[in-house]
């Protein structure tokens, strides 16, 4: 027995051995294969990188020179499908060579999901990225190789290497006498000799990992190459124990068997338990979500691709007015306004193109044939092979909404209104941000148009005269260190034709709690007229008094109580008084009397003012 055993371990040691050293001849196999894929891959990436720096050395290249670089890289390496230029929006404007790559002419690669994202994340990373595998618009299947091209800091768009699975792969990979091999891009098969075994516990893997690939390589050893390396030692041990190896066979099998079958029951046990687990899981997640789609106040209504209505929830009775037996089988046109049949169809095929819906506003028809305003989303629903089946919409009663933006848009007409109808100019400085608001009539006051003069406090503060914007930039300060109740100035403006207005500038400053000024609301008033009158006045007044100066008679003025309001410097010398001696006497005092023409004194009484 222990003979018997010993023979049969010695058997079993030499296999193993056997075993281990094939194994290691394919795993070395792999290791080359999966190194030469890389040397090769990166050798093509690095002609495509250097015909990138060439292009962005130059600022860019001509159509000719691009497509002479392309074709001389094309006969150092002709398993290139075709070398191309896309521009940075995505379209594909230069190819070579133009023989068999018609059909990609103006292609736009942003159309197609892999290439788009590849693109996106080339250009944003300034990386070399290859694509997963593709199905290339030539025909077979391929991958991208994108080189991002930035000139001074600006996208220019990708060189573009496309390859042929088959094609480039026949080309670089020399495997020896002996071997199979097969690629896969993720779970995808994308490349296969001839006479790659279906199946193999020989089988070795390598990975590619390079600019984003992730390729499998797996090499599998031939019939022929498994029986050159076996030897016929362990046959002979084999045949030596013969008996006994049976016997023993048959023993393991047993045990083997027995051991299956526990396997085979725990794992249906845990299998069954776990099942049993998620089902319970999902009615909890099936009746919450019921629960919850129920309760809701918004309409949720489910429906197929034939636009059949599937499922319809209470609160689209209460929007809609129609129960869910009334609806559930019907189309959803029923709800759709004539006006509005076009619009739901854009949708429903965007749902099958799987693109996104952002929620939009729209109206649909109640029970009743009234109109209601509704907030809708939109989003797919899909089988676990994750084909869309059908699609789930969401509405909202936006009717309040609707009419308080009805109300706000009349409130703020009625303001708009205002502001034209008031001849001031009205402003509202937001002092934390800087940005004004200036109303038609301020703008217009200087002879300006609406659209030129921006919202900022720098418009209104280059336009003050330079005489003026100190004094009114420190009266603004006081008002804003509450110093002053309000704010009020008067100062020039510049107008548009160069000249300059008096505006009276009048305004109120609101505080946080902090004590921070927030925002000055206020209005400007344009004074010129005014002060031009004042200025007239001013002038009158000045002429007038040089004119009394000069008479050579005394002359004073009285107030109707006979005080002297003014005297010229004539009546100060007869009087022997200054002119603040003057200033305020009166002709009751008696000091001062008046003469009538023929020289007698006029009585105090009969004094006329």
Not at 30 to 40: F, K, R, V
Request: charged share 25%; hydrophobic share 40%.
């Amino acid at each position: 027995m222990l003979a018997s055993v010993a023979v049969l371990l010695l058997w079993h040691q030499l296999t193993i051995k056997e075993q281990l050293h094939i194994e290691q001849l394919i795993q070395q196999e792999a290791d080359a294969i999966e190194l030469q894929l890389s040397q090769q891959l990166t050798s093509r990436v690095q002609t495509l990188e250097r015909m990138a720096k060439r292009w962005e050395s130059n600022g860019g290249i001509t159509q000719d020179i691009w497509k002479a670089d392309a074709t001389a890289l094309i006969e150092d390496f002709y398993d290139y499908q075709a070398i191309e230029w896309v521009d940075s929006d995505f379209q594909l404007r230069w190819v070579v060579p133009q023989v068999g790559n018609e059909a990609v002419q103006n292609l736009d690669l942003s159309q197609e999901r892999r290439r788009r994202i590849t693109l996106r994340v080339a250009r944003d990373l300034d990386q070399v990225i290859l694509t997963r595998h593709i199905f290339l618009v030539q025909g077979g299947q391929g991958f991208l190789a994108t080189v991002p091209l930035y000139v001074d800091n600006n996208f220019d768009g990708f060189i573009v290497g496309v390859f042929r699975f088959q094609t480039l792969l026949d080309n670089i990979l020399r495997v020896p006498t002996g071997y199979k091999v097969a690629i896969y891009d993720g779970r995808e098969l994308v490349y296969c000799q001839p006479g790659f075994p279906d199946e193999s516990s020989l089988q070795k893997t390598g990975v590619v990992q390079a600019y984003g690939a992730n390729w499998r390589v797996v090499v599998a050893p031939t019939k022929a190459l498994i029986s050159e390396a076996k030897s016929s030692l362990p046959i002979i041990v084999l045949f030596g124990g013969l008996v006994l190896v049976w016997l023993f066979v048959l023993v393991v099998h047993l045990v083997q068997l027995s051991r299956c079958h526990i396997y085979k029951v725990q794992n249906v046990n845990r299998k069954l338990k776990w099942e049993i687990h998620q089902r319970k899981l999902a009615e909890i997640d099936r009746a919450r979500l019921a629960a919850i789609v129920e309760s809701s106040e918004d309409a949720i209504i489910s429906k197929n691709l034939e636009d059949n209505i599937t499922s319809w929830n209470a609160g689209a009775e209460r929007i809609f007015g129609y129960t869910a037996s009334e609806m559930i089988g019907q189309s959803g046109k029923i709800l759709i306004p004539p006006d509005y049949q076009e619009e739901e169809q854009e949708i429903i095929q965007k749902i099958i193109r799987e693109e996104r819906i952002e929620h939009y506003d729209t109206q649909r028809l109640r029970k009743d044939g009234s109109l209601i305003d509704v907030s809708i989303s939109v989003s797919p629903i899909k089988d676990e092979t994750g084909y869309i089946i059908g699609a789930s919409k969401i509405a909202r009663n936006i009717a309040e909404r609707k009419q308080a933006e009805a109300a706000l848009r009349q409130s703020e007409e009625r303001w708009e209104l205002a502001l034209k109808g008031n001849n001031d100019g009205i402003w509202d400085w937001n002092v934390q941000t800087n940005e004004v608001f200036f109303s038609s009539r301020w703008k217009e006051m200087l002879g300006y148009k609406d659209d030129e003069i921006e919202n900022k406090i720098d418009e209104w503060e280059k336009r003050v005269h330079p005489d003026d914007l100190e004094s009114v930039t420190q009266v603004i300060q006081d008002h804003f260190a509450q110093k002053t109740p309000f704010y009020l100035s008067e100062h020039r403006v510049r107008c548009k034709d160069g000249s300059y207005k008096w505006i009276l500038d009048r305004g109120q400053a609101l505080w946080d709690n902090g004590g921070n000024v927030i925002r000055m609301t206020g209005s400007h008033t344009d004074i010129t007229e005014r002060k031009k009158s004042e200025e007239a006045l001013r002038q009158s007044e000045a002429r007038y008094r040089q004119l009394i100066n000069n008479l050579s008679a005394g002359f004073v003025i009285h107030a109707p109580d006979t005080s002297i309001l003014l005297c010229n410097l004539t009546a100060c010398e007869l009087l022997g008084l200054s002119t603040d001696q003057m200033m305020g006497k009166t002709a009751i005092n008696p000091a001062w009397y008046f003469l009538r023409e023929d020289g007698s004194i006029m009585p105090p009484g009969r004094i006329s003012g």
